[in-house]
């Protein structure tokens, strides 16, 4: 069958085995460049990675592997593929990210279980013991819409609301390039309570204390969490928003995992904010479409635009393991995001924020460049494949 990708309102709903593949190669490729020209002080050994198959942790996994030679155990929950259907990207990744391990000898284990539940806890530690390792670094970079508390057995929905406020902007539509009005009532106290719930730094503790309890824990780990802050026209929907007071939890419980580290086996947490990307989860934020095409235009124009890949391997090459203290601001967040919110950066994007209209949006921001990545993170445009080859099975890379 020939696989093209089915779009609805915003969401890719199937994915290219052979273009995830190729998509994971190239972000191999990157990295074993990339290794070349990086001098290696430190290394982190055995990596545990939450949110391991698509994004950030899938970039975090790559550059943990193919860049330090690390054994990575990787949790995500992804749809599997049928004989005739098509799985969520992040299930083709995990056989690709496997495979290519396999071939250059790195030992991989890759589970797909929810994360949020007891027992993907219980099958990391196990596996962990049962290969006499501990794992020096612990990522936690999970994005759900839901989640089950473990011991209550409640299940909890995240909202994208502002609080106390509208939010009134636009956003793209992928399929059309119209640009369609967003109006979003402020969320319920219930609602804001629910986000923090689900994206919180709840499940990051859980995971944190579960796995130091059962002593799979190094000596001086390090455990990394992923957030974002992004600009002031975003603030409405994201920072001040219930996702925002999610995030601020998440940065809360990086202070209190940090104490708990250092008593117990002298570890660190930290959370890294990072850039403005297209992944499965951000494309879904209204604003983000055309915040992050206008945000590709101007970047890349200075040459500083970076994706996934770039950003985790500038985040373990110059910020953690850099053989001196992790450098944090004042407050005590890693920043990878600097390019991003270099200030000449951003008084242009918000100046072309109100200039854009459907008719200049081409000329005026990258939404190409946007596309591209949309349709590359589930296989589809991906340079390299033929799409008009059909394929036999979709339960296979
Ligand atoms: N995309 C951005 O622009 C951006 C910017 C800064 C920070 N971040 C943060 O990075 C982190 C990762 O986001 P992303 O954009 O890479 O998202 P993503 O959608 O690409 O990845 C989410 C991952 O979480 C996994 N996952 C979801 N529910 C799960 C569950 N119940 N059990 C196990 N795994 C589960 C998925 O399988 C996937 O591996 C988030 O904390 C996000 O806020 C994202």
Not at 82 to 93: D, V
Not at 267 to 279: C, D, M, P, R, Y
Not at 358 to 385: A, C, M, Q, R
Request: net charge negative.
């Amino acid at each position: 069958m020939i696989v093209k990708p089915l779009v609805r309102s915003n969401i890719c709903l199937n994915a290219h085995p052979k273009g995830c593949a190729k998509d994971v190669e190239n972000q191999i490729e990157y990295i074993l460049q990339k290794k070349k020209s990086r001098a290696f002080t430190e290394k982190p050994k055995t990596v545990v990675i939450l949110g391991a198959s698509t994004g950030y942790g899938l970039a975090s996994r790559i550059t943990a592997a193919f860049g330090y030679d690390a054994l990575t155990i990787g949790v995500s929950f992804e749809r599997e593929g049928g004989l005739k259907k098509s799985a969520s990207p992040g299930w083709y990744n995990n056989l690709a990210f496997d495979a290519c391990a396999k071939k250059m000898n790195l030992e991989s284990y890759t589970f797909n279980i929810d994360a949020f539940s007891e027992e993907a806890c219980d099958t990391v530690i196990e596996k962990l013991k049962s290969l006499n390792k501990k794992a020096d670094l612990v990522i936690y970079s999970i994005a759900s819409p839901v989640r089950t508390d473990p011991e209550s057995g409640v299940f909890y929905k995240s909202v994208l609301k502002p609080i106390q406020q509208n939010f009134e902007g636009n956003t793209i539509d992928i399929l059309s390039s119209k640009f369609s009005p967003v109006k979003v009532e402020p969320a319920t106290e219930e609602e804001i309570q629910n986000t923090v719930k689900v994206m919180g730094g709840e499940d990051w503790e859980r995971w944190i204390h579960k796995m130091q309890k059962a002593s799979v824990l190094a000596p001086q780990v390090k455990t990394i969490a992923y957030s974002y802050v992004g600009p002031e026209l975003s603030h409405a929907i994201y920072r001040n928003g219930t996702i925002g007071e999610a995030k601020k939890h998440l940065e809360a419980t990086a202070k209190t995992l940090s104490q708990y580290l250092s008593q117990s086996v002298g570890g660190e947490a930290f959370v890294s904010i990072n850039k403005g990307l297209v992944t499965r989860s951000s494309t879904v934020i209204p604003i983000m479409p055309f915040y992050i095409s206008i945000l590709y235009k101007v970047m890349k124009r200075k040459n500083t635009h970076e994706d996934c890949i770039a950003q985790c391997e500038r985040l373990f090459a110059e910020r953690l393991y850099t053989g001196n203290p992790i450098p944090v601001d004042e407050n005590g967040l890693i920043r990878i995001d600097e390019f991003e919110m270099d200030p000449s950066v951003q008084e242009e994007v918000a100046q072309t924020m109100k200039e854009i209209t459907e008719e200049n949006l081409y000329e005026l921001s990258d939404f190409k460049g946007f596309l591209k990545d949309f349709y590359t993170i589930h296989g589809f445009d991906v340079d390299g494949i033929d799409y008009s080859q059909a394929l036999e099975r979709l339960d296979q890379i």
